[in-house]
């Protein structure tokens, strides 16, 4: 016999842990049968301990030592001449044998043992591996080797169920045609209903096989649906007996519950054995033939020495494979873990609420389904598809399309039953009659088989025990389907992704209404004047939900000349906003006066705020500009110069003195002042459109420059647009931007 074999190694050596490699040690060690492996030269690499119980020669004792220390010493030219054939390639007639021989105990006595020899290959090398065991009755050694050793071959392959192999392995090997694993559980004191049964063990069926072109599909039904207790059934009566028992023939035994069912499928005698570990029944191994047979008395002794051998094997498996199965639930848990504090950090950077839920979208494929749907429940009840988010490129373009047909609230789409309910759906199959029914058009139901929907979990976002919407995974594409470890996850990660998406879009609600009150403080319309052209534009922060500070103003004068006025008032919140715009009146009231210059507008800015006692500071540069003339002058407390761009194409950076910002400190205002010509343009600002994180003020300053040189000829609509797109910073911004362009056109 040839057997591919791995198990854990105990050996330090080299040679020792190559053949011991997959299975746990542990295995081994519990085996009953002490167990030797040799190399080709005959070096013993490997013994368990079960050996020293049974020769009294310990593992240490004999790794690294010749065979022959276990053969007695008139016995071993023998032994060395068969084990030079085996080396030698000749026919190896003892492998695979039952063969009984003298062993040497570490005493120095002889003790008959009972052999198995087999070869076990494992790319180029191959051992010999020596099963023995203490001398038994002849009567089925055979069987008892094959079993044993075919489970051996079980544990070495590790794949499948263990359980269900073993019930094969033993149904196979003895030569009977059905088999049934009965399992011996503590049910309670009184065990099953109408039982009688003082310590409460009840008997489940764990596994059942066949031998193939038999159909005994009746019976296994009747056998899987049974719980027997000590004492019933043939499984109970080996239990309560603790030893095998025989029946001739199942259909006619009086005591055989189901003999309706053998009789339907043909099986005739019965055959049980207990499994045990120690002094515990673990198992009852059932047997089933179609022919009638005899009582076999040696055999039943047999199987009551496999019982052990079979109890110790499936055990220990089986908390190997319960071990392992564990390790596994732990790593599956720890990477879940991983994955929902990844999704909540990559949730928590997203700048507004579309794009928290693109972030979740893309959190969720390819990693837990090849499609994600985010549906979003509007004011009026509706439900609005916000993301449709596919793992393959290639196909988001149809991935896309599905954001036109959002879930019809009268209808039975999944994401409607699952939002009434707030109870998460799942389908490991969407049949066609599904998808006609949940689609919205022919165009739809197009779009979900080019897609190819095979496979859906939806699960509602919850936040404050309010429904915000759903988030459903599809497998679309790559076959997948979802189980209750797909849902759990899917609702673990709706779970916490719920309270950023909630979050994001009441800041979102509460950004924009301010930002709406902010509007609301800055000129409605501005007024249409000869010979200049004017364009501006506010742009609030990014971040924070706050109004701001920022302002400008536009004001019509005598004599055709014109106000222009910029400023920002420190903070990002109601009192910002409210003394932006007390500012913003009392500049146009200090201005529409009579000859008054801008630095005795911003002088008078500077009492007005004394006198309020506003503790808070705020910049502004204010300008008088004549279109008939070109004069324009400017003082500025505090703020960023305007730029000049000449219709020749050259940049300027007004000179100016600045004086200290309105609230600081009392002081003095200067002006500067410049010629204009036709077609000259001023980009007046405030401080948020070149301050940037990460770089300085010159930075910004000559990127607008460059932006305006870049747009020599444009209007200044145009202008203001490009600066826009070219010079306000990306992604988030710590500051509101205002902009004021003006253009003298001539008369």
Known sequence: MVVDLGIGASDDSDAGSLWLEGTSTSLVEALSDGLVVADEGGQILYANRRLEGLLGWSPSSLVGQPVTMLIPERLRSAHLQAFGAFIAGGPPRIIGNPIRVHALTAAGTETPVDIVLSVIRRDCNRWLMATIRAATPRYGLEQHSEVVERLLGVLADGRGDLGLRFVEVVGESLGWDAAALWAVEDDGATGAAGADDADGATLRVRHFWHRAGIDVSEFRAATESRVLTRGAGLPGRSLHAEAPIWVDDVQVDPNFRRAAAARAVGLRSGFAFPLRRGDRIVGIIELFATQVREPDGALLAAMGVLGYRLGELLTQAEDERERRRLQQEQQRLLRVQEFLLRAVRVLA????????????????????????????????????????????????????????????????????????????????????????????????????????????????????????????LVSAG?????????????????????????????????????????????????????????????????????????WYDVIQLDNGAVGLAIGDVAGHDMGAAALMGQLRNATRAYAIRDGINPAAVLDELRRFSDILEIERIATAAYARF??????????????????????????????????????????????????????????????????????????????????????????????????????????????????????????
């Open 349 to 472: 950077d997203a700048a507004d609420y579309n794009e928290t839920l693109e972030r979740l979208a893309a959190v969720a494929v390819p990693d837990l389904a090849d499609l994600c749907l985010i549906d979003v429940l509007a004011e009026d009840g509706s439900l609005v598809r916000m993301v449709s988010h596919h793992a393959d490129p290639a196909v988001q373009h149809l991935a896309a399309e599905l954001r036109n047909y959002p879930p019809d609230p009268n209808g039975n789409h999944p994401s409607v039953a699952v939002l009434r309910a707030r109870r998460s759906r799942a389908s490991l199959h969407m049949s066609e009659q599904f998808m006609a029914t949940t689609t919205r058009s022919q165009r739809h139901l197009e779009l979900l088989h080019q897609l190819r929907f095979t496979s859906y979990v939806c699960v509602p976002l919850v936040a404050e025990d309010r429904a915000l919407g759903t988030l459903t």
């Open 478 to 550: 790559s076959g997948r389907r979802f189980g209750e470890a797909d849902l759990a996850l899917a609702e673990e990660l709706a779970g916490q992704a719920a309270a950023v998406i909630d979050r994001a879009r009441r800041h979102d609600r509460e950004r924009e209404a301010a930002h709406q009150l902010q509007r609301s403080l800055l000129p409605g319309r501005l007024p249409d004047l000869p010979g200049i052209e004017i364009a501006v534009n506010y742009i609030p922060g990014t971040e924070g939900a706050d109004v701001g500070g920022d």
């Open 626 to 747: 004549s279109p008939l003339t070109g004069a324009f002058r400017v003082a500025s407390a505090g703020h960023p110069p305007p730029l000049i761009l000449r219709a020749a194409g050259e940049v300027e950076v007004m000179d100016l003195v600045p004086s200290p910002p309105i609230g600081l400190r009392s002081a003095l205002s200067e002006e500067s002042s410049v010629v204009l010509g036709i077609g000259d343009i001023v980009v007046m600002f405030t401080d948020g459109l070149v301050e940037r994180r990460g770089a300085g003020i010159d930075e910004g300053m000559d990127l607008l420059a460059q932006t305006m040189v870049s747009a020599k000829g444009h209007s200044t609509a145009e202008l203001c647009a490009q600066i826009v797109a070219e010079v306000v910073p990306d992604g988030s911004r710590q500051d509101d931007i205002a902009i004021l362009v003006v253009r003298r056109v001539g008369p």
